[in-house]
């Protein structure tokens, strides 16, 4: 943790990451997420909360 001198919390960063993917369209990223959403409703299923299998896999499989 860094107080950065003025006693302030300041976040300590790591290096930036290059993922070698391009942006995804918001419109499809949200989209993708309520389909996926929607079909655990219909399957009366609980919907994974995490930011993997809730944000990341739909975004990705519906390119």
């Known amino acids: 943790m860094d107080l950065g001198g003025n006693g302030a919390w300041l976040p300590e960063h790591g290096p930036r990451e290059a993922v070698g993917v ?29 930011l993997h299998a809730g944000a990341v896999l739909p975004a990705r499989s519906r390119r």
């Open 22 to 50: 391009p942006a995804a369209d918001p419109v499809r990223v949200v989209a993708a997420e309520l389909s996926r959403f929607l079909a655990c409703v219909a399957l009366r299923r609980t919907p994974e909360a995490d």
